[in-house]
């Protein structure tokens, strides 16, 4: 199932969602909505609403982890499957670490949310470059080994950049005047 927009604010409150992860969430689900309106109108078979729940939720177990630690992906995707939104749960559950996916083929609504998740800091549109910078500089820890698997997965975002960019009539770096 597919949760409505208030089922998601309705979860954000009962897992008692920071504001500030709140309010990332809501722009995340904005730009969402911007690409995978813009694929469906050039004839790509998306769900603009699956894809919005999947932004809308993507935090939902940020709140719970930074608190008592794990992953906030899988915990996530344990929450959409524990309330039967099973058709986003691998939304939520892969919005870090992009898992199953395909540079040349089938267009997703979990490349869209892994994606716009990607260009929203905090709760501005930036750069792929701007965003890794970020996350290294917050979660690295001066390890170099995660900074490593950071850029490798930001190499994966720019070809997933790339792939929805090619379908769509605005460019990357239009997003940020597209987004309120």
Known sequence: MIPTENECYALMDQYQMLDNIREHSMVVAETVKAIS???VHSGIKISVSKAVAGALL???A???CIQSGGDHASVGR???LQHQFDEIADIVGEHVWLKDYSLDSVYSEKEVVY???K???HTSVVTLAERMHDIIERYGRNDSRLA???RMNFTVCKGVEKKLFSQLDFRPEDLA???V
């Open 37 to 39: 309106s813009g694929l």
């Open 58 to 60: 993507h935090d939902i």
């Open 62 to 64: 940020k709140t719970q």
């Open 78 to 80: 344990e929450i959409c």
């Open 115 to 117: 994606y716009a998740d």
């Open 119 to 121: 260009r929203i800091l």
């Open 148 to 150: 490593e698997r950071v």
């Open 177 to 179: 005047r597209m987004i």
